[in-house]
């Protein structure tokens, strides 16, 4: 099976600390805003961080009660407290470097068949609690990192003036979903069989096609924002309803209540508004042409309607330049995108490749009938 390795240790401890400043710097910006008397802002960004850490507290103990389901009730007393006071998060990384420290530091190569099953279990355990973390981590990115780069940058294109928070919000949104996509491409392939490695020229091609595509994605939003909320609000509903809609069709299991299952459409259906979701795990050549040739008419439109109706609030040098990053991040992305399915996809790029560890790995992992909620839940 797949080893956690120290490097993904180090790589855990990091993801710890960028959470903890992400928190830090969400309430720094939003008590900025307050003190300025921009109440509205910072209203919204507090209403971003506690709609994501509620929802993420929802997923995150219903996890845990499903895996320890007829154990000690006491722990699950305890685990639901924890989570009542939006903790759930800090619990998770606790198991996840007790269990990585063991299967990267303390873990020892032995000819004897228990002790290779009990290392083995281990290197099962540290993987599958990174996993969870970083499937929480794609919900807190799309429920509040995502709309809140959305709501700086238009801060900016609205007011023009820009302070050293704004930049500080706008980075730690960038990095948040930089890490969040990567690290969980790399815990999907870890957690399932089946799954070719993710190797490093794939995880920068994956991600300047994911950060591209978004980022061009949330500039279009925001020229639309500055032409009228209104529109700009129906057009993100419809957009919602349009990917709830289509996970309703996709008939998913990933959750074992149906009230959960309906609350996991309702996040995936908040995901597809800014990026390709594909939560069946099935190939979605078609599916990936539709939504970004959607994604290319829409913008291709608001900069139409912006050539003949320029709002008075933001100066036409300001415009041009917001529209040549629009299109300069799409038409990149895009590129980025083809590149990826067609030469660097794991799969297709282990073809090209001598990629002797992912065979091993699946030769190996034969026996791993359990796989964990993965399976029930992709993106690729």
């Given at each position: 099976?797949?080893?956690?390795?120290?490097?993904?240790?180090?790589?855990?401890?990091?993801?710890?600390?960028?959470?903890?400043?992400?928190?830090?710097?969400?309430?720094?910006?939003?008590?900025?805003?307050?003190?300025?008397?921009?109440?509205?802002?910072?209203?919204?960004?507090?209403?971003?961080?506690?709609?994501?850490?509620?929802?993420?507290?929802?997923?995150?103990?219903?996890?845990?009660?499903?895996?320890?389901?007829?154990?000690?009730?006491?722990?699950?007393?305890?685990?639901?407290?924890?989570?009542?006071?939006?903790?759930?998060?800090?619990?998770?990384?606790?198991?996840?470097?007790?269990?990585?420290?063991?299967?990267?530091?303390?873990?020892?190569?032995?000819?004897?068949?228990?002790?290779?099953?009990?290392?083995?279990?281990?290197?099962?355990?540290?993987?599958?609690?990174?996993?969870?973390?970083?499937?929480?981590?794609?919900?807190?990115?799309?429920?509040?990192?995502?709309?809140?780069?959305?709501?700086?940058?238009?801060?900016?294109?609205?007011?023009?003036?820009?302070?050293?928070?704004?930049?500080?919000?706008?980075?730690?949104?960038?990095?948040?979903?930089?890490?969040?996509?990567v690290d969980y491409q790399i815990s999907l392939r870890k957690s399932l069989p089946d799954k070719a490695e993710f190797?490093?020229?794939?995880?920068?091609?994956?991600?300047?096609?994911?950060?591209?595509?978004?980022?061009?994605?949330?500039?279009?939003?925001?020229?639309?924002?500055?032409?009228?909320?209104?529109?700009?609000?129906?057009?993100?509903?419809?957009?919602?309803?349009?990917?709830?809609?289509?996970?309703?069709?996709?008939?998913?299991?990933?959750?074992?209540?149906?009230?959960?299952?309906?609350?996991?459409?309702?996040?995936?259906?908040?995901?597809?508004?800014?990026?390709?979701?594909?939560?069946?795990?099935?190939?979605?050549?078609?599916c990936v042409s539709i939504y970004y040739v959607t994604h290319i008419v829409v913008t291709l439109g608001i900069l139409f309607v912006y050539m003949?109706?320029?709002?008075?609030?933001?100066?036409?040098?300001?415009?041009?330049?917001?529209?040549?990053?629009?299109?300069?991040?799409?038409?990149?992305?895009?590129?980025?995108?083809?590149?990826?399915?067609?030469?660097?996809?794991?799969?297709?790029?282990?073809?090209?490749?001598?990629?002797?560890?992912?065979?091993?790995?699946?030769?190996?992992?034969?026996?791993?009938?359990?796989?964990?909620?993965?399976?029930?839940?992709?993106?690729?």
């Open positions: 099976m797949m080893k956690f390795t120290k490097q993904n240790f180090v790589f855990l401890v990091g993801g710890i600390i960028i959470y903890v400043v992400d928190i830090g710097v969400d309430f720094w910006v939003a008590s900025k805003y307050f003190c300025q008397g921009q109440y509205s802002w910072s209203i919204l960004i507090l209403c971003f961080r506690g709609l994501s850490s509620l929802i993420t507290q929802i997923f995150s103990y219903e996890w845990f009660k499903n895996d320890w389901e007829g154990t000690d009730t006491g722990k699950l007393k305890w685990i639901f407290l924890v989570h009542l006071f939006q903790c759930g998060i800090f619990i998770r990384y606790w198991f996840a470097l007790k269990y990585g420290c063991q299967a990267a530091y303390k873990q020892k190569s032995s000819g004897d068949a228990s002790e290779t099953n009990s290392s083995n279990f281990i290197q099962k355990q540290a993987i599958d609690a990174v996993a969870d973390i970083n499937m929480l981590k794609v919900f807190k990115t799309f429920l509040e990192t995502t709309p809140q780069l959305f709501v700086q940058i238009y801060i900016l294109m609205e007011h023009g003036k820009t302070n050293f928070y704004q930049y500080a919000a706008i980075f730690m949104s960038f990095c948040g979903i930089s890490f969040s996509m190797h490093v020229p794939s995880k920068f091609i994956y991600l300047f096609y994911k950060l591209l595509t978004i980022t061009s994605w949330i500039l279009s939003i925001s020229l639309i924002t500055l032409l009228s909320v209104r529109i700009s609000v129906i057009l993100l509903i419809f957009l919602w309803i349009c990917g709830f809609t289509w996970t309703l069709k996709q008939h998913t299991t990933f959750c074992k209540s149906k009230k959960m299952e309906y609350l996991y459409r309702t996040v995936v259906g908040i995901i597809l508004i800014f990026t390709f979701f594909n939560i069946k795990g099935r190939k979605s050549k078609v003949f109706w320029k709002p008075s609030i933001i100066e036409e040098i300001y415009l041009i330049i917001v529209s040549i990053l629009t299109i300069f991040n799409l038409v990149l992305g895009i590129i980025f995108l083809v590149v990826y399915y067609r030469h660097f996809h794991p799969t297709t790029y282990c073809q090209q490749q001598p990629c002797s560890d992912e065979v091993d790995g699946v030769a190996k992992q034969k026996d791993r009938v359990k796989t964990g909620r993965f399976q029930n839940f992709l993106m690729q």
